[in-house]
Every structure is written in structure tokens, then in C-alpha cells.
């Protein structure tokens, strides 16, 4: 009897630097999803770019979101309608929606961009910030790029565009945020992100701040992590709007395969389909098979 006490006062003594570091951290790690627990940063992972003191978080929330991919699978896909009947429309990058909108639909809540997607944006402001006003951005990027105290390139650039389109509302994913989603990958995974020499995709932070704000996400044009090696599948363009571009499974492929800076857009995918068990998560075009 004494001996299997100090058994399970051992089994204590270990298990408990775990629960407080996890608890710190401020998100659960239960498998098949990233939601926040109780009391987490949640939403405020997301801040406002001003030239105000003080920090302003995304306040928003969405019953129902569609998350449109950028994938050439969108193409004839004919949900346009269907798209802009969601609460909330959720974009990434630079995705156009102008002689799309019969397949991709013609709103756009929220526009997650990469870094490297900035210039794109800037490239077409007008659009962007003064024609599409009601949008929110949502950018990432690594440290040395949004950076806020005057040494960061790209957060300097959103800040000089946040002057000029004073009511556009646009945000940053936090430093503690990309580390959370990091965190996020390796525990879904078993691998540290930076040691596999991998870069998250924008399809990741936007899958992520979806579950962060909606009740309920439809997701189109998104192909799981098995279309690649099926004999039948269709060879659609990496982006719909990028006609003539590589092959959209070539891509994956070597991405999936690069040693250094690549995206792991198909382990991304297998991810994804863990989520949808625990999360009202559905796929369309093509549908999966969860």
C-alpha cells in the first residue's frame, strides 16, 4: 500500500510543472484543436495598428464563417451566393474576388495577409483600404518584420497606411500568438516548426483565428491531405487567380519536401481534419470524408 502511494505522489510530482506550464502558456492541449482555455489571450492575440498609446484587441465574433481558399479548386465551384450568405467571409492575402464572384463570392470580412504579401496590398491601396474599407486585416509575419518600435520594415509600412486610411480596421498577430501557433503545430505534430526548418502557411494562422472567432466554419476549396495521391483527382492551379502558375499538388509536394523555408501545406491539411472532429467544421469543394 505504502509503495503504491509514493508511486502516484511521483506520478504528481511530474505531472504537475506540466499542467502549470500549460496553464501559463494560457491554451489547452487536448488533441485535435487548438481552442483556448478558460481565461486565455484568445482574441487578444490580435492587435490594432495605431499611433495611439494602448493596446486595442479584435473584438469581433461570427455565428457562422465561410474561410474561402485560395485554391484553384474554386474555379467553377459556383458558391458565390452561398459564400456571401455567411456572417462572416474570411480571404488570405491578396485573393481578388473581382470576375471571381460567381465562384468565391463578392464580400470580405476578414482578410488574413502574410508579411509577404504587404507590398501586393500596398501595390493596389486604393482598392485595398478605400474601396473594401468595411474589411479587417489580420497581418503575421516574424518579429524583425512587425516589430513595433520603428526597426520593424513591414509594421513601419502598415503603420504609414493605417495614417493615410485612419478607419480601416488593421491588426497584427502578436508575437505571443505566432509562438502560441507554434506551440499548436509541435504538439499536433510531435515536431518543433523552427528545427524542421518549416514556415506555418497563411492558411494555418487564418484556420486558427477562425476557431478563435466563429461558432461555426465552412470551408471551401481546401483539399485534405490525401487528394494528392488519389489517381482521380483534378490538376487545378496553385491560386485560382494565377492561371498559368505550378500545378496546386506539385506545389504541396515541394513544399512538403524542402529542407529549409518550405510550408508543410499537406501535414497543415491532416491537421485540419483532427479539428473538424471537435469543432463545427465542414469542407466543401471538395468535400471531405472525416
Known sequence: MKSLV???LCLLSLSLPLLIWFGHRGWSVRPGGPWPAAGSTGRRGYVRITRSRGAQVLDMNCSRCALV???????GAGVGEEVDQAKCVIRMNNAPTGGFEEDVGSRTTIRVTSHTSVPMLVANERYYFQ????????????????RRDGKGRVFNTLLEIARKYP???????????????????????????MKTGAFLSTGFFTMILAID????IRVYGMIDDQY???????AVPYHYYERNRIDECRMYRVHERKRRGGHRFITEKAI???WARQHKMEF???TWKL
Open 6 to 8: 509514493c508511486r502516484w
Open 69 to 75: 481558399s485560395s485554391s484553384g479548386q474554386m474555379l
Open 131 to 146: 474601396q473594401s474599407a468595411n474589411t479587417t486585416y489580420v497581418f503575421w509575419g516574424p518579429e524583425r518584420n512587425m
Open 167 to 193: 478607419h480601416v480596421r488593421m491588426y497584427t498577430v502578436s508575437r505571443e500568438k505566432i509562438q502560441h501557433c507554434d506551440d499548436v503545430f509541435e504538439n499536433e505534430t510531435g515536431k518543433n516548426r
Open 213 to 216: 472567432l466563429c461558432d461555426s
Open 228 to 234: 494528392c495521391s488519389r489517381a482521380n483527382r483534378s
Open 272 to 274: 485540419y481534419a483532427k
Open 284 to 286: 466543401r469543394h471538395p
